[in-house]
């Protein structure tokens, strides 16, 4: 009966490395097929800058008297009621110069009423104006120096996601604030033709702070850095209807190439120097599939169990060579 057991054992050992080896045959022909490449474009290449902030009216001011120790003769106007610069809002018993509204808006609260006697400087309501609206987005400091007035800017709001509004950056703030660690600058971005946005509502704002026409570009992470050194990995010339170990030769004759390089946004780098359009390069590899490792896995649980028919022959014996498998698989 041990004899049976240990010939058993030693089926299974064999056929668990015959298992392996196929394994890696199979994971370096994934491997080879794995490679990803890009084409060199050719095209517009813009850089952009984003920021999350609110809707704001660009006007909203108190109201405040000029008079001292004048009395109101009328209070001309409501809460709700829109006006136009200049308007008068509140007269006086003697005949002075009336408050009048400073800006075109709504007048969102009034604080005094007929027979009032009002101080200089005294608020006496507030007015907003609702059809002229802005966002403001702090940008961090490693951005803020891209962005400039006039620049065009597209908004996007969270109550309204399948519409985007445009904009222009009116002002950068020349202070910044610090919080763990990183400062950001604020930046205001009048909206254009802001119908239907409220104040107070979330905004995504992306500014357009460089563009290029007929630019070279690349994914980023086409581009690798050695020594202070940009150089690409120009594609080899796939050959098809060969063998593994030949298409390993192939990629083994991958040409690197010492690129210079321009502007860049979050998925593509501009190549100033050193490829050409159409050309293919190649980029960094995927993880390779589980489904190997997972079918691995399983045939390793199978063994494992019959492993602890032999006594010498345990369980543990076999997740050693496990170990080594993954190990392999990984590489």
């Known amino acids: 009966m041990k004899k049976w057991i240990w010939i058993a054992a030693g089926i299974i050992i064999v056929g668990f ?4 080896w196929f394994n890696t045959k199979n994971s370096s ?4 097929q794995q490679v990803r490449t890009a084409v060199v474009q050719k095209g517009k290449l813009e850089v952009k800058v984003s920021g999350s902030g609110t809707v704001e009216s660009v006007t ?13 003769d009328e ?6 009621e829109k006006v136009k610069e200049g308007d008068e809002l509140v007269t006086f018993m003697d005949g002075s110069d009336p408050i009048t509204a400073p800006a075109d808006g709504t007048i969102t609260t009034v604080s ?5 006697r009002v101080t200089k400087n005294q608020v006496v309501g507030h007015l907003t ?11 961090d400091e490693l951005d803020i120096p891209k962005v400039k007035k006039n620049q065009t800017a597209s908004v996007t709001v969270n109550a309204y996601p399948d519409q985007t509004f445009t904009g222009k950056v009116t002002k950068v703030a020349n202070e910044g604030s610090s919080e763990n660690g990183t400062s950001t600058f604020d930046v205001t971005i009048h909206i254009n033709q802001p119908k239907s946005l409220k104040v107070g509502m979330s905004t995504e704002a992306s500014i357009l702070t460089e563009t290029k026409e007929n630019a070279l570009y690349v994914p980023v992470d086409a581009v690798h850095t050695n020594n202070n050194e940009k150089y690409v990995i120009a594609a080899a010339e796939s050959t ?7 298409d390993s030769k192939s990629s083994a004759m991958a040409q690197r190439k010492i690129v210079k390089t321009g502007i860049a946004n979050e998925e593509y780098v501009e190549i100033t ?6 050309e293919s390069i190649q980029l960094p590899q995927l993880a390779a599939g589980t489904s190997s490792s997972n079918q691995q896995r399983r045939m390793m649980q199978g063994m494992g169990g019959m492993g602890q028919m032999g006594g010498g022959m345990s369980s543990g014996g076999f997740k050693r060579f496990n170990n080594g498998g993954s190990g392999r698989g990984g590489n």
């Open 112 to 116: 005094v009423k007929d027979g009032d």
């Open 129 to 139: 104006n609702y059809e002229d609206l802005q966002t403001v987005v702090p940008i």
């Open 240 to 246: 098809s209807n060969h063998s593994a170990d030949k």
């Open 29 to 32: 022909a994934e491997a080879i």
């Open 17 to 20: 490395i015959g298992f392996q």
């Open 75 to 80: 209070v001309l106007v409501s809460e709700g």
């Open 273 to 278: 120097e050193g490829v050409t359009e159409g």
């Open 60 to 72: 909203s001011e108190d109201i405040e008297s000029d008079e001292d120790n004048k009395e109101i």
